[in-house]
């Protein structure tokens, strides 16, 4: 018998532009399916269409690996046993590796993680500038350089959509610390907003082609960022044509008003305690649920509002949940493994390295004291919504006992004891209580670093509330738990000391100066161990340069020194304006500890003269410049090169000189290789706040050539025409 072939509904055929499936979906829906869309339906998902066959939208924590499942309605944990991801490097360490293609690996490797869990919202990465040392998200971030963090995130965003799976860049914008995040109105200046705060969401947008954004819970304007004329309809939609859809923070959208209009999309989190409200089912009670429903049924609100909403979100769908042709993803590889260690390898920072100290030689070292809690504690979990449950974690002790193995006497003292709490955003921690008394705790560590040939100390900050994490800022840039008085005792009792500090900001170094050696750890996720203990026995080359400065004190940073942080009666003004980190070290003349771009190697390089293509450019023509660099130590290593430009003469005041362009090498001992740099007209621009454009004034640049913002090698001059 013949059947009669049955013709595929428009929306469902992938023949068709996606814009005339969009269409046909929407002409398809009811009212109440509309609304059912624009608003969460548990804590993480939002509804589909059934009837239809359109699937739900399911988002996912964010950004260093996949969150571990909660209730359908509260923040408590699912249970599930098949829910334990790979934790990769914080993305702090990730820009600290200055390698778009790491960038890139990240990507694709966290994004197979989240399809392979069925999500096609990945919620982040998170690109806020840092602004302050103070802010406990810093470490969810990519750093104080709006150059740096663009470069980073487009791969990032690539690398993750390449799966199927949405990037969420977040927090849109000016969510720059955590102290009255809900609250706070941030006054900024034009000029501030668009050269430093808004350029890594416009990469991750028109470069990155991001299908998805998350509104920031402070405010702008006056106006909550969620629901935001200016950023979300005038800039997001208006200058950079977005077409993906704006997802509020959870909990960031505040009424049902604004939200119609004023750009946010889908809405999540409010009463993020979900049915424990006890009103019924408190997803109908969202802003964009019942009530705005009823808006539309009494024709208070045009339909047009809803379906503005609702083709967004049907392009996500298409996008992510409805494209035939998306892979499968992959959870928890070997494959993940290697990229998470590979990042955190070429992120870690040799801070300081006096008498070549490190790394640590085994032909030579018969014991090695490992001390600090830091080197057992767990980093996965913590730190707010970016907590993971991890199938794994190699703590650094582990890590460096593994490698020694039996090539000599590990011994480990705790040295202190900080917060040894069990359980983290529900997720059990290993057990490291000790209820030993400081002293007895200090005095088995000095008698453990006296005999040994190094003493490797492993502390910093950690992810409990006030330090490296979600909801709170830190209370100073100093160590936490004493650890500055052990450091200099342990500096007093081995001169082979090295510190080394996980953390995801800058922290105060009284004591650098009796300490050879310093190295930037982060969190590394769930190789950390390995990734460290490989830079420390000297396996991997060091090759990471700091993403933001490390200041001396606080009262070297402009938002501290110029600005209000963290704001008046919920008002705070950005008076720094444009000199965000080392532009305002640049300056005022101040001295950094370790300076933007720093970070050293196990070999050296030299730089020649740089040179330029021409001393002249005209508006519409491109300048190259080039400058040799050499491997001249006795080991292959990557190098960072790094070019800033400084306007010499302008109608308005411009930084010192800004990161434009910067080119990792690999180096073998006695390579050279000449690095080329291309600029152009835009690479010389400021946003000049009556034009409301970017402008580049005739006249006189330096080029400065650096292996740091601090440490310039060579400068060139050209002129404008
Ligand atoms: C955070 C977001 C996160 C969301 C969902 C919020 O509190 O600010 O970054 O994605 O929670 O967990």
């Not at 068709?16 to 869309?37: G, N, Q, Y």
């Not at 705070?572 to 965000?580: A, D, H, K, L, S």
């Not at 508006?619 to 050499?630: C, D, F, H, R």
């Amino acid at each position: 018998m013949l059947m009669a072939q049955t013709e595929l509904p428009v929306y469902l055929d992938d023949s068709k532009p996606v814009e005339e499936r969009i269409e046909d979906a929407l002409s398809r829906m009811t009212l109440e399916e509309k609304v059912k869309m624009v608003h969460a339906q548990s804590q993480f998902s939002s509804a589909g269409v059934p009837r239809l066959g359109i699937p739900e939208n399911w988002m996912t924590d964010g950004p260093h690996g996949i969150r571990a499942e909660v209730q359908w309605d509260d923040w408590g944990q699912a249970g599930w046993t098949n829910d334990s991801c790979l934790a990769f490097p914080a993305l702090t360490c990730l820009a600290a590796t200055w390698n778009p293609q790491l960038a890139a690996l990240y990507g694709k490797s966290i994004g197979e993680e989240a399809r392979y869990r069925n999500k096609n919202v990945l919620l982040g990465p998170g690109v806020n500038i840092y602004r302050t040392p103070l802010n406990g998200r810093n470490f969810e971030y990519m750093g104080e350089d709006p150059f740096l963090a663009s470069r980073m995130v487009v791969p990032y965003v690539q690398g993750v959509q390449q799966n199927g799976v949405a990037a969420c860049v977040k927090h849109f914008a000016l969510n720059n610390q955590e102290v009255d995040r809900h609250t706070v109105n941030v006054n900024v200046s034009d000029r501030a907003l668009y050269e430093i705060y808004l350029p890594p969401f416009k990469a991750a947008v028109t470069e990155g082609k991001a299908w998805a954004i998350m509104g920031a819970y402070n405010r702008y304007k006056g106006q909550w960022c969620c629901q935001n004329e200016y950023l979300l309809n005038n800039i997001l939609r208006g200058e950079w044509h977005f077409d993906g859809v704006v997802v509020s923070d959870w909990g960031g959208v505040n009424n049902t008003e604004q939200s119609i209009y004023q750009g946010v999309d889908m809405e999540f989190g409010t009463w993020t305690d979900g049915m424990t409200e006890g009103r019924g089912n408190v997803f109908d009670q969202y802003y964009l649920a019942t009530p705005f429903l009823e808006l539309l049924r009494a024709q208070k609100v045009k339909e047009e509002e809803v379906d503005k909403k609702v083709r967004n979100i049907l392009r996500l769908t298409f996008r992510t949940t409805m494209d035939r042709n998306r892979p499968f993803g992959s959870f928890v590889t070997p494959e993940h493994s290697l990229a998470a260690q590979q990042i955190a390898e070429e992120g870690i920072v040799l801070l300081q390295n006096k008498n070549n100290l490190l790394p640590v030689d085994l032909n030579t070292a018969k014991k090695i004291a490992v001390i600090g809690e830091n080197a057992v504690k767990m980093m996965t979990i913590g730190g707010g919504s970016s907590s993971l449950k991890a199938q794994y974690e190699i703590s650094p002790l582990d890590g460096i006992k593994n490698r020694i193995g039996t090539q000599a006497e590990v011994v480990y003292a705790r040295g202190y004891v900080g917060e040894a709490t069990a359980i983290q955003d529900g997720v059990k921690s290993r057990d490291i209580i000790d209820n030993r008394s400081p002293e007895e705790l200090l005095a088995e560590a000095v008698e453990a670093a006296k005999s040994a040939d190094y003493v490797v100390f492993i502390g910093g900050l950690n992810k409990h509330d006030g330090q490296d994490s979600e909801g709170n800022d830190r209370s100073g840039l100093g160590l936490p738990y004493e650890q500055d008085g052990l450091i200099r005792t342990l500096a007093k009792v081995n001169k082979n000391l090295v510190v080394v500090i996980l953390s995801g900001n800058a922290v105060a170094m009284p004591w650098a100066n009796e300490v050879p050696a310093i190295v930037e750890s982060w969190y590394l996720g769930s190789e950390a161990g390995n990734a460290l203990a490989s830079v420390l026995l000297g396996d991997s080359n060091p090759s990471g340069k700091l993403p933001f400065t490390f200041p001396v004190q606080l009262t070297d940073v402009g938002a501290h020194a110029a600005g209000d942080y963290p704001g008046v009666n919920q008002e705070e003004y950005y008076n720094e304006g444009i000199f965000v980190g080392y532009r305002w070290n640049d300056k005022n003349k101040i001295k950094a500890l370790f300076p933007f771009g720093h970070g050293l190697s196990y070999t050296q390089f030299t730089y020649g003269k740089a040179s330029i293509s021409n001393k002249t450019m005209q508006e519409n023509e491109t300048v190259t410049v080039t400058v040799p660099v050499k491997n001249t130590g006795k080991r292959a290593g990557k190098e960072i090169v790094q070019l800033y430009i400084g306007d010499e003469k302008c109608t308005v005041e411009r930084p010192v000189k800004e990161l434009k362009s910067f080119e990792k090498i690999l180096l073998n001992p006695d390579e050279e290789k000449t690095v080329e740099f291309s600029l152009s007209v835009d690479d010389l621009k400021f946003y000049d706040e009556g034009k409301k454009d970017w402008v580049a004034e005739p006249g006189k640049f330096k080029v400065y050539i650096g292996a740091s913002s601090a440490d310039i090698r060579s400068t060139v001059d050209f002129e404008l025409k």
